[in-house]
């Protein structure tokens, strides 16, 4: 099995920016495909970014423009670099494989929250 754990998180005034850190231990040389996933108060959780093994990188149309996934095979660590943040990016923020992620049993770490003032 892999788990993550994520930080990195914090308060920051609108326009600012964050670098989020997700590091897996487990079963690390299975991984393929990694996401960032949000949940903001009240609201259901959303994926954010997916960074495939190949190094393609998909994000949500929220995302786009603003953030960038990336990763280091080596240090089995996946990043959220978080430009021009706004108010509406206010949530807690998780990593997990999509695969697990679609999967309404699967477990989930304990996030790193981001809240940004406006």
């Known amino acids: 099995q892999v788990r993550f754990v994520e930080s990195g998180g914090g308060l920051v005034q609108a326009g600012g920016s964050l670098r989020l850190s997700c590091v897996a231990s487990?079963?690390?040389?299975?991984?393929?495909?990694i996401g960032w996933y949000r949940q903001a108060p009240g609201k259901q959780r959303e994926w954010v970014a997916v960074?495939?093994?190949?190094?393609?990188?998909y994000y949500a149309n929220s995302a786009k423009g603003r953030f960038t996934i990336s990763r280091d095979n080596a240090k089995n660590t996946v990043y959220l670099q978080m430009n021009n943040l706004k108010p509406e990016d206010t949530a807690v923020y998780y990593c997990?494989?999509?695969?697990?992620?679609?999967?309404?049993?699967?477990?989930w770490g304990q996030g790193t929250q981001v809240t940004v003032s406006s």
């Open positions: 960074i495939r093994g190949g190094g393609t990188m």
């Open positions: 487990g079963t690390t040389d299975s991984i393929n495909a």
């Open positions: 997990n494989l999509p695969v697990s992620a679609s999967d309404p049993d699967s477990s």
